[in-house]
């Protein structure tokens, strides 16, 4: 749960493919049961780092573009 909402693991379209400097990364969508926030987080068991937020309730939007 994130805001009082549940998510659930969504399938990846070709246009919703996170790339970072350019490569396409390896993430989880995470679809939220109001049917417009959404999640990506890096598929690392390890690290699960949220990489972009769409239709954030709590804030600003978040979208990582690259890392150096």
Do not use: C, H, Y
């Not at 049917?35 to 309730?57: H, Q």
Request: proline fraction near 6%; charge should be negative.
């Amino acid at each position: 749960d994130f805001d009082m909402q549940s998510f659930a693991v969504g399938e990846l379209k070709e246009d919703q493919q996170l790339k970072l400097n350019g490569k396409p990364v390896d993430a989880l969508l995470l679809q939220g049961e109001n049917g417009s926030t959404r999640i990506w987080l890096l598929n690392n068991p390890s690290f699960p780092a949220i990489l972009k937020i769409e239709g954030n309730t709590m804030g600003p939007d978040l979208e990582l573009r690259s890392i150096e």
